[in-house]
């Protein structure tokens, strides 16, 4: 039988090996009955390969797996959630139209006489939900509530189905506070009911928050496993990066800046965003801060000519210009990091070296192709330079963590030299480390005399290199911010229509 | 430049050890297989035939492997052959010069290869169906280029692209070497080759590093049309006449199942010309031996159709995961690049 007293789930030695590199080392995670454990580690450290070892998306190399005192192997994720390890992941993984008591009865549908019960599934799928505080009709489509409560149903789901261990993979990466909550009081829920659950997230306030302990990982072997109410955010922070993060002391030289070097006038297109008029002058950084939505990443794209703007102008140093395709953009020293990595900015199967010689290969004309000492030289000093984490520069990008293939496409940009560079949400979905080492680029750069614009979602982080801010609403410049008024608050009060002291 | 060498073999090593096993199957039904002999001043053999046979095939894969690269595919070259074969027929025909024929045979192929490039690029009609479009038309046009009958000729120059011979060797192997060498050298010693690789993985990705990726469709579609064009010259000039209904007919998909048997996926990205001309050397030689084994003719495609799915079994991603997963079982293995750094990597402080 099974024994009721040892640990829920037990892995030990878990090893996994790729070409090139050792996923992970010898790793050991014990999770408690009615616990919340917190699996953390900077990316690449090698938390979604322990996930999917247990999982069974992956076969394990060496390694123990114990399951409420029985040793388990599973085979495929099918398996390992009928014998009790259920996953939810980031990414709501149910069918947007279908209703809600479909999702969670699929493939398990009761029946009478044969056929589908509908009455009984939604009954069963109204109580279920109930459980985990949710009052909501079960037989409206997924898709028309948030994705927070499509986030719980995920939850419900893999735990009526497997009901031992749960692993939430970044369950609340693209919630808002309340909606948080809503999901965090389905975590405590599942803790009374005595399941082990693994919570992986990038917010340490939330692991605090909801956590009782935490395994940290780097570099594929486990650092430590800490009881949180006896740990610190610095000591945790200190585990996962493995050197101490030294409070960087915030100081701006000042917001001399240089010559104009781009002067926009009326720049707009229909449906998009509102004419809009800015000076970009070398040394300085731009912060463009705003909500989803308010227009961010569009004036980045019209600068960068990703998108055709439909009416303003344009100055190149003192000159008339017009940039209308990204080759445009490129040829006048511009570079732009997109904000969606994964689709606009990596080219998944090629080479790392590829990708970060791409741009400057386009610039110079195929027929000119860079000699392949070059290629090397120029791809090696960008990954000394920027800390790319690599097995080997001929590995495709795609196979990078995302904090290394976000530093492969800056390393593409910086290769082509420009004079402006515009980031789009440059720190998204990347880990504490990697953030950190390119706020410091920002800073390093603009010293250099580059000129940057930033979009970005994170105040603080926009506070700490921007030696201006625009605040975008609702697909309109607002105001701006500069020197001493930059601040969280300032920003906040001006995207909320309250701005004492912003000079517009 | 040595690690390139090796790289290139690396990846076609799968194609030759294809390519010989089918060869020696050759040798095993018909034991004469390998000799050859100069006689007349032309050499002769079966492995000759071989190379000969395949050259139609190996010509179209140059330029389906470019379209396959861009995540596209170019159904109509086997009606473009048709189309460009009856124009060099009916050029000769009325008393122009070989050379005046083949140069207008590759300029109409050209002219389909940009408009299937025009559907693609510009107005975004999936490749499937925007090729569709020629391959169902092409036919009509071949017919009413050649009214309706086989157009004959004797024009000794155009048949000598088609059946001649140069210094003893015939003319069909000379010119789709040539033409592979050249396409290999070109994509590979400027960035052609990375550019498409880099459209065919992710478009948008592309066009945001500054890549020209509309011009560099129609490029890739125009090159496939003017390949087209030399198969349809050739297998025009050997038949001495231009058979609007039959000539290239389902050689589109021989070329396809070339380029795939080449290891190049038909989702886009990586692609070898080398591995698909190797491809196309192995389909010939599928043929071979089912022709020298004797075998009633009934029996030809359905063994063809066995031989082909074994070697596209082989080659499947489920084996290559396996053979992949029987390597990787071994913990370190000794050609791996370097033993990572299980140490954190410390910053100078």
Redesign the interface.
């Known amino acids: 039988m099974t024994d009721t007293n040892g640990p829920m789930l037990h892995a030990k030695g878990v ?1 996994k ?6 996923a992970l ?1 010898d790793v050991e995670l014990v999770l408690h009955r009615g616990e919340v454990h917190a699996l953390l580690g900077e990316n690449g450290a090698g938390k979604s390969t322990l996930i999917k070892c247990l999982t069974g998306a992956y ?1 394990r ?2 390694g123990q797996i114990t399951l409420d005192g029985q040793d388990v192997s599973p085979g495929s994720t099918a398996e390992s959630q009928s014998i009790g390890i259920g996953t939810v992941y980031q990414e709501v993984n149910l069918l947007p139209n279908l209703t809600i008591a479909e999702n969670l009865f699929l493939g398990r549908q009761p029946t009478r006489y044969g056929f589908v019960s509908r009455k009984e599934m939604i009954n069963g799928a109204r109580k279920t939900l109930l459980e985990y505080g949710l009052n909501i009709d079960p037989s409206e489509p997924l898709n028309s509530y948030s994705v927070a409560i499509q986030q719980v149903v995920a939850i419900a789901r893999a735990v009526e189905m497997s009901g031992k261990v749960l692993i939430l993979d970044e369950p609340t990466a693209s919630l808002d506070r309340d909606e948080v909550e809503l999901v965090f009081s389905a975590i405590r829920k599942m803790k009374e009911r005595g399941i082990a659950v693994v919570f992986i997230t990038h917010f340490l306030d939330q692991v605090f928050e909801i956590s009782d302990r935490a395994t940290i990982l ?4 486990v650092v430590g496993t800490r009881v949180l109410k006896d740990s610190n955010r610095k000591e945790i922070v200190t585990m996962m990066l ?2 101490q993060l030294e409070q960087k002391v915030h100081e701006r030289k000042g917001g001399e800046a240089g010559e104009v070097l781009l002067e926009v006038t009326d720049l707009a297109k229909r449906g998009m965003i509102e004419p809009f008029s800015m000076k970009i002058h070398e040394g300085e950084v731009i912060g463009l801060a705003g909500l989803l939505g308010s227009g961010r990443t569009e004036t980045a794209n019209l600068l ?1 000519g ?1 998108v055709q703007s439909d009416q303003g102008k344009m100055k190149l140093r003192g000159k008339d210009t017009s940039i209308n ?3 445009d ?2 040829a006048r020293r511009i570079g ?1 990091c ?1 904000e969606d990595r994964k ?8 080479s790392v070296r ?1 990708n970060i010689i ?2 400057l ?4 004309g ?5 000699p ?1 000492a070059k290629i090397n030289e120029i791809a090696e000093h960008y990954v000394r330079a920027l ?1 790319i ?1 690599l ?2 520069l001929d590995m495709p990008i795609r196979l990078l963590s995302g904090g290394n293939q976000q530093k492969a496409i800056l390393a ?1 940009w910086l290769a082509t030299e420009p004079d402006l560079l515009i980031l789009d949400e440059p720190t998204r979905g990347i880990d504490v480390g990697a953030h950190a080492e390119i706020i410091e680029l920002i800073e390093k750069l603009r010293q250099n005399g580059m000129a940057l614009v930033v979009a970005s979602s994170e105040l603080e982080e926009l506070v700490a290199y921007s030696t201006r801010v625009i605040v975008l609403r609702d697909r309109q410049q607002v105001g701006e911010l500069t020197g001493d008024k930059i601040t969280a608050d300032n920003i906040v009060h001006a995207i909320a229509d309250e701005m004492p002291e912003a000079v517009n | ?1 040595s690690s ?1 060498t090796q790289s290139i073999y690396k990846r076609i090593l799968p194609q030759l050890i294809i390519l010989a096993a089918v060869l020696v199957l050759n040798f095993l039904v018909f034991p004469d297989f390998f000799s050859i002999e100069f006689k007349n001043g032309r050499i002769f053999g079966n492995l000759i035939d071989v190379l000969n046979r395949c050259a139609p095939t190996a010509i179209l894969c140059v330029g389906m492997t470019l379209v396959i690269a861009t995540k596209g595919i170019d159904l109509s070259v086997g009606a473009v052959m048709a189309i460009t074969g009856a124009t060099a027929a009916s050029l000769v025909v009325d008393g122009h010069g070989w050379f005046t024929a083949l140069i207008g045979a590759v300029a109409v192929g050209a002219l389909c290869g940009i408009w299937n490039g025009f559907l693609v690029a510009v107005l975004r009609i999936q490749p499937i169906v925007a090729t569709l479009v020629l391959m169902v038309a092409g036919r009509g046009i071949a017919q009413l280029i050649t009214e309706g009958t086989i157009l004959t000729f004797h024009d000794e120059g155009l048949v000598r692209l088609g059946a001649g011979t140069i210094i003893g060797i015939p003319t069909p192997i000379l010119i789709w070497i040539t033409l592979g060498a050249i396409a290999t050298f070109i994509v590979r ?4 080759g ?2 498409i ?2 459209i065919g ?2 478009e ?9 990726s509309r011009t560099l469709l129609v490029c890739v579609y125009l090159i496939s049309g003017m390949c087209a064009a030399i198969a349809g010259v050739i297998v025009a000039a050997d038949i001495k006449g231009a058979d609007a209904n039959n000539a290239g007919l389902w050689l589109e998909l021989d070329a396809i199942l070339a380029v795939v048997i080449g290891g190049n996926s038909l989702l886009g ?2 692609f070898s010309i080398i591995a698909s001309l190797l491809g196309a050397m192995i389909i010939q030689s599928v043929n071979s031996v089912i022709l020298l084994s004797g075998m009633p003719p009934e029996f030809n495609l359905v063994i063809k159709a066995l031989l082909i799915l074994a070697i596209l079994v082989i080659q499947s991603p489920k084996i290559a995961h396996l053979r992949y ?1 029987l390597r ?2 071994d ?1 370190l ?1 000794r050609d ?3 033993p ?8 100078s ?1």
């Open positions: 090893s090996f790729f070409p090139g590199t050792i080392d076969h190399d060496a780097r570099n594929g072997q493995g050197r960068f990703a395709r990204p080759r953009a490129i732009l997109p689709s606009e900015g990596i080219i998944g199967n090629l590829e791409l741009a290969q386009v610039r110079q195929w027929t000119r192709p860079i392949r800390d984490r097995a080997s593409r | 430049m390139t010693k400027t960035s052609l990375m550019l690789e880099a993985i992710n948008a990705s592309s066009r945001l590093a500054g890549i020209n990205g990586r997963m990787a079982t913990p293995p791996k690049p370097k990572p750094s299980v140490a954190p990597q410390e910053k402080q």
